[in-house]
Structures are given as C-alpha cells and as structure tokens.
C-alpha cells in the first residue's frame, strides 16, 4: 500500500500500545503512544513529515516552509525534520514576538528553525495561510526551492502517515488478540483523521476486522468538516493506489463537545484529564490537543459508548506547550 510511495526515515515505529486502566462503563483503556514517535520531541506530526519530506526531497527542495498557532507541534516537528534532512526550515506563527521563548518556540529555535511571526490570532487559520503563501513565493523567488506544507500538514501526503499508522495499530492489536471497538484521537487540521479513515477502509476493502474511529474535534476556526475529512481520505486512498476503495462522509465522526470555548483555549474537562493521566499512566497532555481529547474519550466511556469492550487513546503529543507560559493547569 505504502511501498511506491516516497518516504523520509523521520520517525520511530512502530510506536507502543500501553495498556491503561479500567475507565467508565467498565472500558479497557489502551494507549496508543504516538507521543513516542521520536522526531524531535516526538507527536503525530513525525508520522505525516515522513511521507510529506520523502516528496520534498523527491522534489529536490532544499528548505521547508509551515505554518501554525503560536505553540504549534507540527513547527516543532518540521524544524526537526529538516534539522535531520539538512533543510533550512521557516515557520509562520500566530501571535507576536515574546520576551521569552518557551515550550515548543524555543525547541523549533533550538532545532534551527527561523521563526516568522504574524501577530495573527491562534484561531484566524486563513490569515496564517496567506502568510505562508507569501513567504513561500519570496524564498522561492530567492532561489531556495521551498517545500511548502499547509497547517498540521494535512495534505493528502501528508494523511498517509497515518494510513499506516492505523495499519499499524490493528497489526499490533491482532498480533494481542485483541480488537479494540474503536479508536480515539485528538483532531484539529483533520490529517490524522483523514489518514485514519483511509487506512481503515485499505484494510474492510482487504477483509479485516477494524474498529471505529471516532475524532475529539479540539478546533472550530478551520471549521474542517465531514466532506472534507472523506474527501481528503479519498485523495489519500489514490496516493495509495486504491481509487475503488472510498471513504464516506458519514464515517466521519467528530465529537466537539470537549473543545471548550475556542482552540486553544483550555477546558476545566481537558484540565481534568490531564491531571488524570499523569496520575494514571505518567502520560502527559496537553491543553490544546490530548487533554482535551482524552477527556473525550473518558466521557464517551462514562456514557457508556464503548460498554466495556476494548477502546485505544491515540496519543498524539504535545507535552511540550506544558512548558509554555500558562501550559501546565493550576
Ligand atoms: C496536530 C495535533 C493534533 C491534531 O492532528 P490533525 O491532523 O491536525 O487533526 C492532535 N494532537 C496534537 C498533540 C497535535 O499536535
């Protein structure tokens, strides 16, 4: 499925399937660590960057341009994928200058990266957009061959990484005996999800038994909805060389009861599941993405959704951004 594709070495898989406790309604909680995935610091972006970079470096580019909220993962990631692959890396960010980097800022620093800010608010997507547009023609112009990734690289290349991540994960839990009900996860840009979806219809299309999928919609602003998200998977399914095998809109189910008020924002359920994880399991979340999804996945379990079959956390990262200003919860 993955083969013909190009692909950079970038991540560290395939990455663990921990076993948690027991949750609401007599669930098996499971998590999936894709916060280990290695690449600088490690989150779900290694695995879409291997595939994104793989085609950048087909393409002969020699630097990467991305953009994302002011403590974005997939800019820290990105810098450190260039770091590796010998590219220079620019990143626009929401927000303005601070005094002080901290979090994931000074670790994209750290990685090398240029940061370019925009005084942009976290959630005005759209705005970051074009400001990547715009620096992207002006590198290019210069002569610097950019390679340039949308937010959250939710491209299609992109969603290929988690294709195999999911082909990964129903490997790792048939290689158990064990086939969890459904699959959880954070989702924001809609990349993983799409991927997801992709990956799991490869696999109905070659007779295997999945489980579902269901996203904790953790952003409004890109509004990234159910059309999008098949549409995206469809796309991914072509890279895959798959066009019979089509992901439908009604398989994509995105929960947004556990965002709070706004991307970004936090939420006293996200908060609660963080504190809940680090005495629980020693995992750490965050407050922008995986608090905010494991609280999801624990209040689907207290509604009884799952019953008490099996139900697998995704954990896609970010515990950097606890080390931002405001980033570990009182
Ligand atoms: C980017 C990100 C997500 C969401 O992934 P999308 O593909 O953008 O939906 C979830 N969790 C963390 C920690 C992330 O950095």
Redesign the pocket.
Known sequence: MFEHLDRASLATTPTALERGPIVGGGARLWVKRDDLTGLGGG???ARKLEFLCGDAQRVGARALVTVGAAQS??CRMTAAAGARLGMEVHLILAGDEPETATGNQLLSSLFGAQLHFTGAAESHWGELEIAREALTNQLADGGLEPYSIPI?G?TAIGALGYAAGFVELVDQCADRLMMPSTVVF????????AGMLAGRAALIAAGRVVPDVIGIGVAKGVNIGRPDVAELANETLDLMQLPDVRVDPADVEVDIRWIGDDYAVPAEAGDEAIRWAATNGGWLL?RT??GK?LSGALGLADEGRFGNSDVVFVH???WPALFAADGVPA
Do not use: A, E, L, Q
């Open positions: 989150g779900n972006k993962n997939h959250g939710s954070t989702s924001s840009s809609g990349g993983t999800h965050d993405y995986s999804g896609t990262g970010g």
